[in-house]
């Protein structure tokens, strides 16, 4: 075959994501989208609290902090007292100080929710400071060094709201001088002031002249002597100053609120301390005892949901009521303060009214009722992960699930609709698998981590997707399905290859080969081969993974599959050609994008392509090297592989230096350089210094701004 001559043109605009290293399902890549670049600058601090009372000594304490280099504000008070409400508010009042930006996480630290883990909250700054997803560190440690060189010479806020340990904090802490970070908790973190210099900021309860004022604000109540008897029966918390003004705002008289305190001395357990006394449960009654039968329900099954916040499609499964009866209802909880919004379409409890709703939902609510609630949101979240799936690698094998109704419409429109649904999700989906098997769901246990690993992959969350696939293995062990425990123990696999453990690797992907053998599945012995092999050459046994190849190619080939024999071909050209095997090398590639082409699959197609360019290329026949290149970037701009475009673009103006035409290589060469720095992949330095080096380089304002 001979190469053919590309278009030569660089236009057009990158959609998806291909090309994925480990096969989970069948394929060696799949459609998937790079999220659109973040702001340049993050302002991730949610909304301030409206009617904010005099806190002056905590504010003046923290503004002492921030004067300090590097400085650690560490604000300790009880629940409810308003810690993360004096963080927020001085955040906004500061803004200036900090025009490098603002980062915001709750780490949940008092919560039935296991805590935020600090991974997952680096993983998050790490791209809202632009990191792309497959640049961001496997490790807690490079992840915290790649955060602080990120914030080196900047000036950012840093708010780590509800901590409950300072081990989950201090990963999170900038090095930059101009960086300031507070830390609220109802806990004083002693070792984090003592080891790591944090000042103290302790908050109390408000006064009661300051409560009186809140409360007057609020519910435009002139008697200071009833005011004054009710704040002190709520405790002089905020949240519950705030409740209580709201039913006194509604038409509950003062002595009507305070006769039902008095009536009641009980209190949230969580209120344990002697300032947090008096009547908490009842304040948060009032609101309740109000509500309309639909709204009371909500708010007590509302409580099941295991994550830190929800939306309404969310919430309408939990409810079982449709999605504009359960706008109504949400925000009718909100406007009497059983609910807040926590973001554009999503709610949450303060955790306080999230305690008292699960108490009311274990008092109110039949086991089988909650089981069912649970059952429904359970099925919602498989549902459109799955969709997710599908849209985001078509290609590959998905979980089986009963079809969807006919005519009925998929829920993303596309690869970013469906990325934008798993990122939002996330912390909602790890806690709702552990829920699956609290619940004896291990159907739904071991198909959701599985029906998220691409996701999971393509935005480098390594460790939930190896402690998920886990779960899996274990959920498709108690239901006895050794098909399922394949496809688990090949996601366990991909998961730890790409964090560098191929030894464990091996290990699964073995077993995985064993039981596919076991129970005569030639789909999961080939897909389970193939992966051996890619992880043999991870190795640097290139030999070994050659013949391995060759084991998968033929059980490829007696099953029919003439897509996967194209993708193991792939892998076999890479291989002959490390092995110095140039000509075999050729012939394999030429195989796989034939049957690339019979079977519509271009990542395979462009993998081809590419490699039939570095064939020629290392025989010197630069000419012909050129015109496969060329394809391959008319290709994977198509398909959006903005990594393997970068690659072919840069190969393609080595090549045109190469025939002796170096004005030709300027072109590609600086697409290269936008995509590789929009990225920020390090291959950018080496690019940069190239066009300098050959008098082609280019001021930064030069330069596109972004890649195509």
């Known amino acids: 075959m001979n190469a053919a001559r590309g278009n030569n043109q660089y236009e057009g605009r990158a959609t998806h994501v291909v090309q994925a290293g480990v096969v989970y399902g069948g394929v060696h890549g799949g459609g998937g989208v790079h999220p659109a670049p973040f702001p340049s600058v993050p302002r991730q601090l949610p909304r301030a609290a409206t009617c904010f009372i005099d806190r002056s000594e905590g504010l003046a304490g923290l503004s002492a902090v921030a004067t300090t280099a590097n400085g650690v504000a560490m604000i300790s008070g009880p629940a409810g007292v308003g810690k993360s409400a004096l963080a927020v508010h001085w955040g906004h009042r500061e803004r200036d100080r900090y025009p490098d930006g603002q980062l915001y996480t709750n780490l949940r630290g008092y919560d039935r929710l296991a805590p ?106 002139e008697d200071r002597e009833g005011m004054t008897r009710l704040v002190r029966r709520c405790g002089r918390l905020p949240l519950t100053v705030r409740i209580a003004a709201q039913q006194a705002g509604s038409g509950t008289s003062l002595g009507e609120l305070i006769e039902a305190l008095d009536a009641d001395g009980d209190r949230l357990e969580s209120l344990s301390t002697s300032d947090e006394q008096s009547g908490v449960r009842t304040v948060f009654s009032w609101s309740y005892q109000q509500l309309a039968p639909a709204g009371a329900r909500a708010f007590r099954l509302l409580a099941l949901h295991a994550g830190p916040d929800f939306s309404v499609p969310t919430a309408a499964a939990l409810i079982g009521l449709p999605e504009p009866e359960t706008v109504r209802v949400l925000r009718g909880l909100v406007a009497v303060n059983m609910l807040e919004m926590a973001g554009p379409g999503r709610y949450a409890y303060h955790d306080l009214l999230r305690d008292y709703a699960r108490e009311r939902v274990a008092a109110e609510e039949t086991p089988e009722a909650r089981a069912q609630a649970s059952r429904r949101e359970l099925s919602y979240f498989l549902r459109m992960a799955d969709a997710a799936d599908r849209v985001l690698v078509p290609q590959r094998r998905h979980v089986p699930l009963e079809h969807r109704a006919e005519g009925e419409a998929a829920p993303f429109p596309g690869p970013e609709a469906a990325l934008a649904w798993c990122d939002s999700e996330l912390p909602s989906l790890v806690p709702a698998v552990d829920q699956a098997v609290e619940l004896g ?215 045109f230096t190469a025939v002796g035409r170096p004005a030709a290589a300027r072109e590609p060469l600086a697409e290269a350089l936008a995509l590789l720095e929009a990225l920020g992949n390090p291959m950018a330095e080496r690019i940069r210094e190239r066009l300098a080096a050959d008098g082609h380089g280019t001021e930064p304002e030069d330069r596109p701004a972004e890649g195509p």
């Open 116 to 221: 935020v883990e600090p991974e997952e909250v680096l993983h998050g700054f790490l791209s809202a400071l632009g990191t792309p997803a497959d640049q961001v560190p496997g490790s807690l440690d490079t992840m915290s060094a790649l955060f602080r060189s990120l914030l080196d010479g900047k000036q950012v806020l840093l708010v780590a709201d509800n901590a409950g340990s300072a081990d989950q904090v201090r990963p999170l802490l900038p090095s930059a001088p101009g960086c300031f970070t507070i830390v609220t908790s109802r806990s004083r973190l002693g070792s984090l002031t003592a080891v790591d210099g944090a000042a103290p900021v302790p908050l109390r309860p408000l006064d009661t002249p300051h409560a009186v004022e809140l409360f007057r604000r609020l519910s435009g109540d």
């Open 441 to 655: 769901l291990d159907d739904v246990a071991w198909k959701l981590p599985v029906a998220l690993v691409y996701f999971l992959r393509l935005r480098r969350h390594d460790t939930h997707r190896r402690t998920l696939s886990d779960t899996a293995v274990r959920a498709a062990r108690r239901l006895q399905d050794r098909w399922a425990e394949t496809w688990s123990l090949i996601c366990v696999a991909g998961a730890e290859s790409d964090m560098g453990l191929h030894e464990d690797a091996m290990g699964h992907f073995t077993e995985a080969l064993t039981i596919s053998q076991a129970i005569g599945d030639s789909h999961w012995q080939a897909n389970s081969i193939y992966n051996i092999a890619w992880t043999l050459r991870l190795m640097g046994r290139n030999a070994e993974a050659l013949e391995r190849q060759r084991e998968a190619l033929a059980i490829h080939r007696s099953n029919g599959d003439r897509r996967g024999e194209s993708i193991t071909r792939t892998e076999m050209g890479a291989l002959n050609r490390a092995l110095g095997r140039t000509a075999e090398a050729y012939e394999e590639y030429e195989r796989a994008l034939a049957g690339a082409r019979a079977t519509a699959d271009l990542p395979t197609e462009a993998k081809s392509l590419h490699g039939l360019g570095d064939v020629c290329r290392t025989a010197g026949r630069h000419g012909e090297a050129i015109g496969w290149y060329e394809q391959a970037v008319d290709v994977r701009r198509r398909v959006g592989d903005l990594l393997g475009l970068a690659r072919s673009l840069d190969r393609l103006a080595e090549e």
